[in-house]
Protein backbone atom coordinates (compact mmCIF):
# COMPACT_ATOMS: atom_id res chain seq x y z
CA UNK A 1 0.00 0.00 0.00
CA UNK A 2 1.22 3.47 -0.61
CA UNK A 3 0.52 6.57 2.02
CA UNK A 4 0.14 9.79 0.26
CA UNK A 5 -0.59 12.60 2.85
CA UNK A 6 -2.09 16.12 2.02
CA UNK A 7 -0.35 19.24 3.93
CA UNK A 8 -0.14 23.17 3.38
CA UNK A 9 0.79 24.77 6.68
CA UNK A 10 -1.64 27.50 5.83
CA UNK A 11 -5.50 26.82 7.04
CA UNK A 12 -8.70 27.14 4.15
CA UNK A 13 -6.67 26.20 1.00
CA UNK A 14 -8.22 22.86 0.24
CA UNK A 15 -6.81 20.04 1.68
CA UNK A 16 -10.04 18.46 2.56
CA UNK A 17 -11.44 19.77 -1.16
CA UNK A 18 -8.40 17.83 -2.88
CA UNK A 19 -8.27 14.62 -0.14
CA UNK A 20 -12.13 13.91 -0.67
CA UNK A 21 -11.39 14.64 -4.64
CA UNK A 22 -8.70 12.57 -5.03
CA UNK A 23 -10.13 9.70 -3.16
CA UNK A 24 -13.31 9.69 -5.37
CA UNK A 25 -11.17 9.91 -8.26
CA UNK A 26 -8.57 7.17 -7.33
CA UNK A 27 -12.05 5.02 -5.79
CA UNK A 28 -12.66 3.73 -9.70
CA UNK A 29 -9.56 2.28 -10.55
CA UNK A 30 -7.65 1.25 -7.11
CA UNK A 31 -8.94 0.53 -3.71
CA UNK A 32 -8.69 3.41 -1.31
CA UNK A 33 -9.20 4.15 2.38
CA UNK A 34 -9.14 7.86 3.79
CA UNK A 35 -7.79 8.67 7.02
CA UNK A 36 -8.96 12.57 8.71
CA UNK A 37 -5.81 13.19 11.07
CA UNK A 38 -7.17 16.75 11.38
CA UNK A 39 -8.07 15.52 14.61
CA UNK A 40 -8.52 19.30 15.99
CA UNK A 41 -11.15 19.77 13.47
CA UNK A 42 -12.31 16.54 11.50
CA UNK A 43 -14.05 17.37 8.41
CA UNK A 44 -13.00 14.84 5.72
CA UNK A 45 -15.76 12.59 6.78
CA UNK A 46 -18.88 14.83 6.66
CA UNK A 47 -17.67 15.87 2.49
CA UNK A 48 -17.88 12.25 1.94
CA UNK A 49 -20.64 11.16 3.92
CA UNK A 50 -19.42 8.77 6.26
CA UNK A 51 -22.03 6.32 8.25
CA UNK A 52 -20.23 5.35 11.41
CA UNK A 53 -20.09 1.49 12.29
CA UNK A 54 -17.61 1.64 14.82
CA UNK A 55 -16.41 4.35 17.74
CA UNK A 56 -13.84 3.96 19.93
CA UNK A 57 -13.09 6.42 22.88
CA UNK A 58 -9.24 6.44 23.64
CA UNK A 59 -6.89 7.61 26.34
CA UNK A 60 -3.69 9.20 24.60
CA UNK A 61 -3.35 12.18 27.20
CA UNK A 62 -2.05 11.48 30.87
CA UNK A 63 -2.50 14.34 33.82
CA UNK A 64 -1.88 15.28 37.30
CA UNK A 65 -4.18 15.16 39.92
CA UNK A 66 -3.47 16.09 43.82
CA UNK A 67 -4.53 14.07 46.25
CA UNK A 68 -5.62 16.64 48.80
CA UNK A 69 -5.95 15.02 52.00
CA UNK A 70 -1.55 13.93 51.31
CA UNK A 71 -0.52 17.44 50.61
CA UNK A 72 0.93 19.27 52.93
CA UNK A 73 1.66 22.46 50.64
CA UNK A 74 5.50 22.76 50.46
CA UNK A 75 5.34 23.52 46.62
CA UNK A 76 7.88 22.49 45.35
CA UNK A 77 5.78 20.65 42.41
CA UNK A 78 4.93 24.25 41.52
CA UNK A 79 9.07 25.22 40.93
CA UNK A 80 9.66 21.89 39.01
CA UNK A 81 6.78 21.98 36.46
CA UNK A 82 7.67 23.55 33.37
CA UNK A 83 4.64 23.97 31.57
CA UNK A 84 2.97 26.59 33.99
CA UNK A 85 0.26 24.06 34.73
CA UNK A 86 0.56 24.48 38.58
CA UNK A 87 0.08 27.68 40.91
CA UNK A 88 0.40 28.56 44.28
CA UNK A 89 -2.87 28.71 45.93
CA UNK A 90 -3.40 29.26 49.60
CA UNK A 91 -2.39 26.70 50.96
CA UNK A 92 -2.56 23.86 48.28
CA UNK A 93 -0.75 23.81 44.92
CA UNK A 94 -3.74 24.49 42.10
CA UNK A 95 -3.53 22.47 38.98
CA UNK A 96 -4.64 24.16 35.75
CA UNK A 97 -5.73 20.80 33.16
CA UNK A 98 -5.21 22.96 30.22
CA UNK A 99 -1.82 23.69 30.31
CA UNK A 100 -0.66 20.02 31.98
CA UNK A 101 1.02 17.84 29.60
CA UNK A 102 1.32 14.62 32.40
CA UNK A 103 4.76 14.78 32.43
CA UNK A 104 5.18 13.27 35.94
CA UNK A 105 7.74 15.58 36.97
CA UNK A 106 5.95 17.14 39.75
CA UNK A 107 4.90 13.42 41.13
CA UNK A 108 8.52 12.33 41.00
CA UNK A 109 9.45 15.33 42.75
CA UNK A 110 6.57 15.07 45.34
CA UNK A 111 7.92 14.29 48.89
CA UNK A 112 3.96 12.89 50.04
CA UNK A 113 3.13 11.07 47.26
CA UNK A 114 0.26 13.27 47.12
CA UNK A 115 0.14 13.96 42.97
CA UNK A 116 -1.09 11.28 40.80
CA UNK A 117 -0.77 10.90 37.08
CA UNK A 118 -3.77 9.64 35.28
CA UNK A 119 -4.78 8.22 31.56
CA UNK A 120 -7.50 10.74 30.60
CA UNK A 121 -10.03 9.73 27.79
CA UNK A 122 -9.30 12.44 25.15
CA UNK A 123 -10.32 11.57 21.77
CA UNK A 124 -12.82 9.65 19.42
CA UNK A 125 -11.50 7.51 16.87
CA UNK A 126 -14.60 5.79 14.48
CA UNK A 127 -14.71 3.77 11.37
CA UNK A 128 -17.19 3.70 8.41
CA UNK A 129 -17.86 3.89 4.68
CA UNK A 130 -18.28 6.90 2.48
CA UNK A 131 -21.30 7.27 0.33
CA UNK A 132 -19.51 6.27 -2.45
CA UNK A 133 -18.19 3.03 -0.52
CA UNK A 134 -14.51 3.18 0.21
CA UNK A 135 -13.33 3.07 4.30
CA UNK A 136 -12.83 6.50 6.10
CA UNK A 137 -11.42 6.51 9.43
CA UNK A 138 -11.29 9.60 11.63
CA UNK A 139 -10.10 11.27 14.86
CA UNK A 140 -10.99 13.78 17.04
CA UNK A 141 -9.75 15.57 20.05
CA UNK A 142 -12.32 16.35 23.16
CA UNK A 143 -12.56 19.70 23.91
CA UNK A 144 -9.97 21.08 25.93
CA UNK A 145 -7.66 18.01 25.90
CA UNK A 146 -4.06 17.68 24.71
CA UNK A 147 -2.18 15.36 22.89
CA UNK A 148 -2.97 15.64 19.25
CA UNK A 149 0.30 13.97 18.35
CA UNK A 150 -0.34 10.60 19.94
CA UNK A 151 -4.41 10.79 18.85
CA UNK A 152 -3.35 11.10 14.95
CA UNK A 153 -0.98 7.55 15.75
CA UNK A 154 -4.05 6.21 16.95
CA UNK A 155 -5.83 7.12 14.32
CA UNK A 156 -3.13 5.86 11.71
CA UNK A 157 -2.84 2.81 13.77
CA UNK A 158 -6.31 2.23 13.30
CA UNK A 159 -6.48 3.33 9.58
CA UNK A 160 -3.37 0.53 9.01
CA UNK A 161 -5.83 -2.22 10.64
CA UNK A 162 -8.63 -1.08 8.14
CA UNK A 163 -6.43 -0.68 4.98
CA UNK A 164 -5.80 -4.66 5.69
CA UNK A 165 -9.18 -5.71 5.87
CA UNK A 166 -10.13 -3.81 2.99
CA UNK A 167 -6.93 -4.69 1.16
CA UNK A 168 -6.31 -1.10 0.20
CA UNK A 169 -4.05 -0.13 -2.23
CA UNK A 170 -3.75 3.67 -1.47
CA UNK A 171 -4.53 5.62 1.65
CA UNK A 172 -5.09 9.21 1.57
CA UNK A 173 -4.07 11.51 4.98
CA UNK A 174 -5.94 14.54 4.87
CA UNK A 175 -3.83 16.54 8.14
CA UNK A 176 -4.40 19.68 10.03
CA UNK A 177 -3.56 23.19 9.53
CA UNK A 178 0.08 23.99 10.37
CA UNK A 179 3.12 22.27 11.09
CA UNK A 180 3.39 21.10 15.02
CA UNK A 181 2.49 17.72 16.28
CA UNK A 182 -0.68 16.72 14.93
CA UNK A 183 1.07 17.77 11.64
CA UNK A 184 4.36 16.04 12.22
CA UNK A 185 2.44 12.83 13.43
CA UNK A 186 0.62 12.77 10.01
CA UNK A 187 3.51 12.97 7.34
CA UNK A 188 5.81 10.68 9.30
CA UNK A 189 6.14 7.51 7.50
CA UNK A 190 4.60 8.40 4.49
CA UNK A 191 5.00 7.84 1.07
CA UNK A 192 4.35 11.34 -0.81
CA UNK A 193 2.90 14.45 0.12
CA UNK A 194 1.07 16.58 -1.75
CA UNK A 195 1.10 20.32 -0.62
CA UNK A 196 -2.10 22.27 -1.37
CA UNK A 197 -1.14 26.59 -1.64
CA UNK A 198 -2.60 29.24 -2.75
CA UNK A 199 -1.47 32.17 -4.09
CA UNK A 200 -1.63 34.74 -1.46
CA UNK A 201 1.58 36.12 -0.03
CA UNK A 202 0.38 34.26 3.26
CA UNK A 203 -0.32 30.91 1.30
CA UNK A 204 3.52 30.90 -0.09
CA UNK A 205 4.81 31.67 2.88
CA UNK A 206 3.19 28.77 4.87
CA UNK A 207 3.92 26.69 1.81
CA UNK A 208 7.61 27.21 2.38
CA UNK A 209 7.43 26.44 6.39
CA UNK A 210 5.64 23.31 5.48
CA UNK A 211 8.06 22.24 2.76
CA UNK A 212 10.92 22.67 4.91
CA UNK A 213 8.93 20.17 7.04
CA UNK A 214 8.45 17.60 4.46
CA UNK A 215 12.11 18.65 4.03
CA UNK A 216 13.57 17.42 7.42
CA UNK A 217 11.73 13.74 6.65
CA UNK A 218 13.02 13.38 3.65
CA UNK A 219 9.77 12.47 1.99
CA UNK A 220 9.12 12.92 -1.57
CA UNK A 221 6.95 16.03 -2.34
CA UNK A 222 4.15 17.06 -5.23
CA UNK A 223 2.51 20.57 -4.99
CA UNK A 224 -0.86 21.36 -6.40
CA UNK A 225 -2.00 25.19 -6.44
CA UNK A 226 -5.54 25.88 -5.75
CA UNK A 227 -7.41 29.11 -6.88
CA UNK A 228 -4.32 29.69 -8.59
CA UNK A 229 -6.22 32.68 -10.98
CA UNK A 230 -6.96 35.04 -8.29
CA UNK A 231 -2.94 36.22 -8.55
CA UNK A 232 -0.99 34.17 -11.53
CA UNK A 233 2.29 36.26 -10.97
CA UNK A 234 2.01 34.75 -7.26
CA UNK A 235 1.17 31.70 -9.08
CA UNK A 236 4.42 31.49 -11.44
CA UNK A 237 6.34 32.31 -7.98
CA UNK A 238 5.45 29.02 -6.45
CA UNK A 239 5.83 27.22 -9.81
CA UNK A 240 9.15 28.42 -9.63
CA UNK A 241 10.02 27.99 -5.92
CA UNK A 242 8.62 24.42 -6.79
CA UNK A 243 11.00 24.03 -9.36
CA UNK A 244 13.94 24.79 -7.57
CA UNK A 245 13.08 22.49 -4.94
CA UNK A 246 12.24 19.61 -7.63
CA UNK A 247 8.75 19.84 -6.53
CA UNK A 248 6.83 18.53 -9.70
CA UNK A 249 3.54 20.59 -9.92
CA UNK A 250 0.63 17.93 -10.32
CA UNK A 251 -2.17 20.48 -11.07
CA UNK A 252 -3.28 24.24 -10.98
CA UNK A 253 -7.75 24.48 -9.82
CA UNK A 254 -8.99 27.72 -10.73
CA UNK A 255 -10.59 29.74 -7.95
CA UNK A 256 -15.16 28.96 -8.71
CA UNK A 257 -18.06 29.64 -6.51
CA UNK A 258 -18.83 25.79 -7.02
CA UNK A 259 -16.66 24.68 -4.55
CA UNK A 260 -18.16 26.94 -1.97
CA UNK A 261 -21.29 25.14 -3.52
CA UNK A 262 -19.58 21.71 -3.27
CA UNK A 263 -18.73 22.35 0.53
CA UNK A 264 -22.35 23.71 0.81
CA UNK A 265 -23.75 20.53 -0.32
CA UNK A 266 -21.21 18.65 1.63
CA UNK A 267 -19.94 16.67 -1.79
CA UNK A 268 -16.63 16.08 -3.00
CA UNK A 269 -15.96 18.62 -6.12
CA UNK A 270 -15.29 16.49 -8.92
CA UNK A 271 -19.26 14.66 -7.82
CA UNK A 272 -20.52 17.77 -7.25
CA UNK A 273 -19.58 19.43 -10.50
CA UNK A 274 -18.33 16.65 -13.55
CA UNK A 275 -16.13 19.23 -15.16
CA UNK A 276 -13.92 19.35 -12.52
CA UNK A 277 -12.96 15.60 -12.78
CA UNK A 278 -10.62 15.71 -15.68
CA UNK A 279 -7.96 17.93 -13.07
CA UNK A 280 -8.04 15.45 -10.36
CA UNK A 281 -7.83 12.42 -13.31
CA UNK A 282 -4.89 14.04 -14.45
CA UNK A 283 -3.34 14.62 -10.60
CA UNK A 284 -3.67 10.82 -9.80
CA UNK A 285 -2.10 9.84 -13.48
CA UNK A 286 0.63 11.89 -11.91
CA UNK A 287 1.01 9.87 -8.69
CA UNK A 288 0.68 6.54 -10.41
CA UNK A 289 3.48 7.06 -12.37
CA UNK A 290 5.72 8.30 -9.73
CA UNK A 291 4.63 5.34 -7.68
CA UNK A 292 5.96 3.45 -10.76
CA UNK B 1 -9.12 45.15 26.42
CA UNK B 2 -7.49 41.68 25.62
CA UNK B 3 -9.04 40.26 22.46
CA UNK B 4 -8.38 36.96 20.60
CA UNK B 5 -9.82 36.01 16.99
CA UNK B 6 -9.89 32.84 16.58
CA UNK B 7 -12.73 30.21 15.13
CA UNK B 8 -11.55 26.66 14.67
CA UNK B 9 -11.50 25.75 11.08
CA UNK B 10 -8.22 27.09 9.08
CA UNK B 11 -8.62 30.16 5.98
CA UNK B 12 -11.70 31.40 7.84
CA UNK B 13 -10.10 34.96 7.74
CA UNK B 14 -8.92 35.24 11.40
CA UNK B 15 -5.73 36.91 10.42
CA UNK B 16 -7.40 39.30 7.95
CA UNK B 17 -9.93 40.36 10.85
CA UNK B 18 -7.24 40.48 13.12
CA UNK B 19 -5.26 43.14 11.29
CA UNK B 20 -8.22 45.25 10.21
CA UNK B 21 -9.32 45.64 13.77
CA UNK B 22 -6.20 46.44 15.19
CA UNK B 23 -5.53 48.95 12.48
CA UNK B 24 -8.77 50.26 12.99
CA UNK B 25 -7.95 50.01 16.93
CA UNK B 26 -4.23 51.99 16.49
CA UNK B 27 -5.93 54.90 15.48
CA UNK B 28 -6.87 56.43 18.44
CA UNK B 29 -5.69 54.21 21.06
CA UNK B 30 -2.05 52.50 21.37
CA UNK B 31 -2.48 48.76 20.07
CA UNK B 32 -0.64 45.66 20.27
CA UNK B 33 -0.93 42.81 17.67
CA UNK B 34 0.03 39.72 18.86
CA UNK B 35 0.76 36.96 16.06
CA UNK B 36 0.15 33.41 17.95
CA UNK B 37 -0.54 31.82 15.30
CA UNK B 38 3.20 30.55 15.95
CA UNK B 39 3.53 27.43 13.36
CA UNK B 40 2.39 29.79 10.45
CA UNK B 41 2.92 33.94 11.54
CA UNK B 42 1.55 36.02 9.04
CA UNK B 43 0.06 39.24 10.18
CA UNK B 44 3.46 40.73 9.11
CA UNK B 45 3.29 39.81 5.91
CA UNK B 46 -0.69 40.74 5.42
CA UNK B 47 0.56 44.58 7.03
CA UNK B 48 3.99 44.14 5.36
CA UNK B 49 5.57 45.18 8.67
CA UNK B 50 9.12 44.69 8.67
CA UNK B 51 9.54 42.52 11.83
CA UNK B 52 13.17 42.51 13.79
CA UNK B 53 14.25 39.34 15.78
CA UNK B 54 14.29 40.03 19.14
CA UNK B 55 14.32 37.29 21.40
CA UNK B 56 15.31 33.31 20.61
CA UNK B 57 12.91 30.85 23.10
CA UNK B 58 14.64 28.15 24.48
CA UNK B 59 13.36 24.87 26.04
CA UNK B 60 15.00 22.53 28.91
CA UNK B 61 16.56 19.98 27.12
CA UNK B 62 18.75 16.95 29.60
CA UNK B 63 22.29 16.54 29.06
CA UNK B 64 24.43 12.96 30.51
CA UNK B 65 26.99 12.78 31.83
CA UNK B 66 27.95 9.14 30.89
CA UNK B 67 30.54 9.34 33.24
CA UNK B 68 27.99 8.81 36.12
CA UNK B 69 25.94 7.10 34.37
CA UNK B 70 24.77 3.41 35.38
CA UNK B 71 22.76 2.33 32.95
CA UNK B 72 19.85 1.53 35.25
CA UNK B 73 17.08 2.76 32.79
CA UNK B 74 15.36 5.17 34.82
CA UNK B 75 15.11 7.78 32.77
CA UNK B 76 13.93 6.17 29.46
CA UNK B 77 11.56 4.98 32.19
CA UNK B 78 9.85 8.49 33.17
CA UNK B 79 9.95 9.92 29.97
CA UNK B 80 6.58 9.66 28.67
CA UNK B 81 7.45 11.38 24.89
CA UNK B 82 9.43 8.25 23.86
CA UNK B 83 12.80 10.94 24.08
CA UNK B 84 15.12 8.38 25.28
CA UNK B 85 15.95 4.57 24.60
CA UNK B 86 17.29 2.19 26.66
CA UNK B 87 18.47 -0.65 25.73
CA UNK B 88 19.89 -3.18 28.40
CA UNK B 89 23.85 -2.73 29.14
CA UNK B 90 23.75 0.52 27.10
CA UNK B 91 23.91 4.12 28.12
CA UNK B 92 20.49 5.70 27.24
CA UNK B 93 20.04 7.52 23.68
CA UNK B 94 18.52 11.20 23.59
CA UNK B 95 16.50 11.83 20.49
CA UNK B 96 15.86 15.84 21.01
CA UNK B 97 13.11 16.26 18.80
CA UNK B 98 11.00 14.27 20.66
CA UNK B 99 11.78 16.12 24.03
CA UNK B 100 9.32 18.40 25.28
CA UNK B 101 11.36 19.77 28.42
CA UNK B 102 9.35 18.08 31.69
CA UNK B 103 13.04 17.40 33.37
CA UNK B 104 11.58 14.55 34.69
CA UNK B 105 14.40 12.51 33.78
CA UNK B 106 16.94 14.81 35.70
CA UNK B 107 14.41 14.53 38.26
CA UNK B 108 14.45 10.59 38.34
CA UNK B 109 17.69 10.05 37.51
CA UNK B 110 19.48 8.21 40.78
CA UNK B 111 23.22 9.55 40.02
CA UNK B 112 22.24 12.51 39.10
CA UNK B 113 24.04 12.09 35.87
CA UNK B 114 21.48 14.23 33.73
CA UNK B 115 21.96 17.96 34.23
CA UNK B 116 19.75 20.85 31.64
CA UNK B 117 21.02 22.14 28.91
CA UNK B 118 19.19 23.96 26.35
CA UNK B 119 17.71 23.58 22.92
CA UNK B 120 16.02 26.36 20.12
CA UNK B 121 12.43 26.24 19.81
CA UNK B 122 11.11 29.25 18.63
CA UNK B 123 11.56 33.22 17.83
CA UNK B 124 10.57 36.29 19.15
CA UNK B 125 9.75 39.23 16.56
CA UNK B 126 9.10 42.86 17.02
CA UNK B 127 7.51 46.03 14.26
CA UNK B 128 6.21 48.93 14.08
CA UNK B 129 3.45 49.74 11.62
CA UNK B 130 0.06 51.98 11.22
CA UNK B 131 0.51 53.10 14.56
CA UNK B 132 0.25 50.07 15.81
CA UNK B 133 3.35 47.17 17.58
CA UNK B 134 3.53 44.29 16.49
CA UNK B 135 4.78 41.08 18.36
CA UNK B 136 4.73 37.56 16.55
CA UNK B 137 6.23 34.68 17.68
CA UNK B 138 7.60 31.71 14.88
CA UNK B 139 8.25 28.05 16.13
CA UNK B 140 11.21 26.32 14.95
CA UNK B 141 10.43 23.92 11.76
CA UNK B 142 10.36 20.30 13.20
CA UNK B 143 9.61 20.85 16.45
CA UNK B 144 6.05 19.83 18.03
CA UNK B 145 4.65 21.73 20.56
CA UNK B 146 2.81 25.07 19.49
CA UNK B 147 2.14 25.83 23.33
CA UNK B 148 5.71 26.59 25.04
CA UNK B 149 6.50 28.66 22.12
CA UNK B 150 3.14 30.78 22.38
CA UNK B 151 3.85 31.05 25.99
CA UNK B 152 6.74 32.37 25.66
CA UNK B 153 5.59 35.00 23.60
CA UNK B 154 3.36 35.98 26.22
CA UNK B 155 5.61 35.97 28.56
CA UNK B 156 8.15 38.27 26.79
CA UNK B 157 4.97 40.86 25.99
CA UNK B 158 4.30 40.63 29.57
CA UNK B 159 7.91 41.72 30.73
CA UNK B 160 8.25 44.41 28.20
CA UNK B 161 4.64 46.00 28.48
CA UNK B 162 3.92 49.18 27.37
CA UNK B 163 0.43 50.27 27.93
CA UNK B 164 -1.24 48.97 25.34
CA UNK B 165 -4.60 50.10 25.61
CA UNK B 166 -5.86 46.88 23.26
CA UNK B 167 -4.17 43.29 22.33
CA UNK B 168 -5.70 41.95 19.54
CA UNK B 169 -4.28 38.25 19.95
CA UNK B 170 -4.59 36.06 16.24
CA UNK B 171 -4.69 32.08 17.10
CA UNK B 172 -3.81 29.61 14.64
CA UNK B 173 -6.44 27.05 13.16
CA UNK B 174 -7.92 24.36 15.42
CA UNK B 175 -8.39 23.61 19.22
CA UNK B 176 -4.97 22.46 19.86
CA UNK B 177 -2.74 23.26 22.48
CA UNK B 178 -1.28 26.37 20.65
CA UNK B 179 -4.74 27.83 20.47
CA UNK B 180 -5.88 27.30 24.13
CA UNK B 181 -2.32 28.71 25.46
CA UNK B 182 -3.10 31.34 23.23
CA UNK B 183 -6.83 32.26 24.25
CA UNK B 184 -5.88 31.67 27.88
CA UNK B 185 -6.47 35.06 29.56
CA UNK B 186 -8.32 36.81 27.02
CA UNK B 187 -11.57 38.85 27.93
CA UNK B 188 -13.20 37.97 25.02
CA UNK B 189 -12.78 35.66 21.65
CA UNK B 190 -14.48 36.48 18.28
CA UNK B 191 -14.65 33.35 16.09
CA UNK B 192 -14.03 34.02 12.39
CA UNK B 193 -16.28 31.75 10.22
CA UNK B 194 -17.75 30.98 6.90
CA UNK B 195 -21.35 29.64 6.35
CA UNK B 196 -20.23 26.31 5.05
CA UNK B 197 -21.02 23.05 7.19
CA UNK B 198 -17.50 22.85 7.70
CA UNK B 199 -17.12 26.49 9.47
CA UNK B 200 -20.52 25.40 11.32
CA UNK B 201 -18.65 21.95 12.55
CA UNK B 202 -16.03 24.04 13.79
CA UNK B 203 -17.53 26.66 14.95
CA UNK B 204 -19.15 24.87 17.47
CA UNK B 205 -15.50 23.06 18.53
CA UNK B 206 -14.19 26.12 19.45
CA UNK B 207 -17.49 27.87 21.38
CA UNK B 208 -17.23 24.27 23.25
CA UNK B 209 -13.68 24.67 23.87
CA UNK B 210 -13.93 28.65 25.26
CA UNK B 211 -16.95 27.70 27.08
CA UNK B 212 -14.98 25.29 29.10
CA UNK B 213 -12.09 27.90 29.10
CA UNK B 214 -15.02 30.45 30.50
CA UNK B 215 -14.25 33.01 27.72
CA UNK B 216 -17.24 35.04 26.30
CA UNK B 217 -17.29 34.72 22.88
CA UNK B 218 -18.79 36.90 19.40
CA UNK B 219 -19.03 35.47 16.39
CA UNK B 220 -18.20 37.01 12.81
CA UNK B 221 -19.25 35.67 9.70
CA UNK B 222 -16.75 36.17 6.91
CA UNK B 223 -17.56 35.49 3.19
CA UNK B 224 -20.88 36.11 4.16
CA UNK B 225 -22.64 36.09 0.87
CA UNK B 226 -21.44 33.17 -0.39
CA UNK B 227 -22.50 29.98 1.06
CA UNK B 228 -25.62 29.26 3.68
CA UNK B 229 -26.16 31.84 6.06
CA UNK B 230 -28.57 29.63 8.00
CA UNK B 231 -25.89 27.21 9.24
CA UNK B 232 -24.11 29.94 11.10
CA UNK B 233 -27.14 31.77 12.28
CA UNK B 234 -28.77 28.70 13.94
CA UNK B 235 -25.31 27.98 15.58
CA UNK B 236 -25.70 31.75 16.82
CA UNK B 237 -29.02 30.79 18.36
CA UNK B 238 -28.02 27.27 20.02
CA UNK B 239 -24.76 28.52 22.08
CA UNK B 240 -26.61 32.17 22.62
CA UNK B 241 -23.64 33.44 21.00
CA UNK B 242 -24.13 37.01 19.02
CA UNK B 243 -23.05 37.03 15.40
CA UNK B 244 -21.47 40.96 15.59
CA UNK B 245 -20.03 41.75 11.97
CA UNK B 246 -20.60 39.95 8.56
CA UNK B 247 -17.98 40.43 5.62
CA UNK B 248 -18.81 39.75 2.18
CA UNK B 249 -16.69 38.50 -0.35
CA UNK B 250 -14.87 41.29 -1.83
CA UNK B 251 -12.78 41.76 -4.58
CA UNK B 252 -11.49 44.36 -2.63
CA UNK B 253 -10.41 42.59 0.18
CA UNK B 254 -8.73 39.88 -1.67
CA UNK B 255 -6.72 42.32 -3.51
CA UNK B 256 -5.66 43.92 -0.02
CA UNK B 257 -4.61 40.85 1.07
CA UNK B 258 -2.55 39.72 -2.18
CA UNK B 259 -0.78 43.14 -1.81
CA UNK B 260 -0.06 43.29 2.15
CA UNK B 261 -1.71 46.41 3.12
CA UNK B 262 -4.55 46.04 5.89
CA UNK B 263 -8.21 46.12 4.61
CA UNK B 264 -10.06 48.88 5.59
CA UNK B 265 -14.27 48.47 4.76
CA UNK B 266 -17.16 49.63 6.72
CA UNK B 267 -17.89 45.96 7.72
CA UNK B 268 -14.73 46.32 10.31
CA UNK B 269 -15.69 49.46 11.49
CA UNK B 270 -19.11 48.03 12.23
CA UNK B 271 -17.75 45.29 14.28
CA UNK B 272 -15.56 47.91 16.47
CA UNK B 273 -19.22 49.76 16.82
CA UNK B 274 -21.25 46.89 17.97
CA UNK B 275 -17.77 46.27 20.49
CA UNK B 276 -17.95 49.49 22.24
Wanted: hydrophobic share 35%.
Amino acid sequence: MRVINILSGKGGTGKTMVSSSLLWTMSRKKRVVGIDCDVDAANLGMVLGVKITRRKEIETSEKAFLIEEKCTGCFKCVDVCNFSAIEKGDKKPVFNRFLCEGCGSCELVCPENAIEIKTVKNAWITEGASRYGFPVVSGQLKMGESGSGKIVTEVRRTGERVAKENKSEIMIIDSAAGISCPVIASVRNTDYVIAVSEPTPSGFNDLKRAIKLVEFFKIPCGLIINKFDINKELTRKIENFAKEKGISVLGRIPYHKDFVDAAVNLKPVVVYKKKYREIFENIAEKIYSWFE
Amino acid sequence: MRIAVTGGKGGTGKSIVSTALAFELSKKQKTLLMDLDVECPNDHLILSIKREKVKDIFQKIPKFDFSKCVKCGTCSKVCKENAIVFIEGQYPRFIPEQCTGCNACCIACPTKAISQTEKKIGEIYYGKGYGMDLVSGEMVIGYEEAGPVVNAVKEYVKKTEKGYKHIIIDTSAGTHCGVISALMGCELALCVTEPTPFGKHDLELILDLLNVLGIPAKIIINRSDIGDKKLIERISKKYKTEIIGEIPYKKSILDAYSKGVPVKEKEIENILRVLK
